[in-house]
Nanobody, 123 residues
Framework: QVQLVESGGGLVQAGGSLRLSCAAS????????MGWFRQAPGKEREFVSA????????YYSDSVKGRFIISRDNAKNMVYLQMNSLKPEDTAIYYC????????????????WGQGTQVTVSS
């Protein structure tokens, strides 16, 4: 069982930056692939970014590639999402996700979800 708690969301102006954090419980954190997904109002949840067990491989959706950076610290059971050059269309609830699959690029690969953190980007 893995419990995930996100933090770091908030209100930011377009062009600004935010850093999301996800704290994971459990002694087997380093064996899980981790990812971030988001859901905007009236839209389905979508993949944002993923990172494999070691942190050596990262993946991004086309909409955030070049602006967001995912990282993890297995010693601290933490996953981060550095979000730069934020746009109003990045406004959404951001969810941290964990799964046994190395690359969590779709909902169906996720075993555990966090409760979400709101990110609002004003124009």
């Amino acid at each position: 069982q893995v419990q995930l708690v996100e933090s770091g969301g908030g209100l930011v102006q377009a062009g600004g930056s935010l850093r999301l954090s996800c704290a994971a419980s459990g002694r087997t954190f380093s064996t899980y692939g981790m990812g971030w997904f988001r859901q905007a109002p009236g839209k389905e949840r979508e993949f944002v970014s993923a990172i494999n067990w070691s942190g050596g491989n990262t993946y991004y959706s086309d909409s955030v590639k070049g602006r967001f950076i995912i990282s993890r610290d297995n010693a601290k059971n933490m996953v981060y999402l550095q979000m730069n050059s934020l746009k109003p269309e990045d406004t959404a609830i951001y969810y941290c996700a964990a799964g046994r699959r190395a690359t969590l690029t779709a909902d169906r690969f996720v075993d555990y979800w966090g409760q979400g953190t709101q990110v609002t980007v004003s124009s």
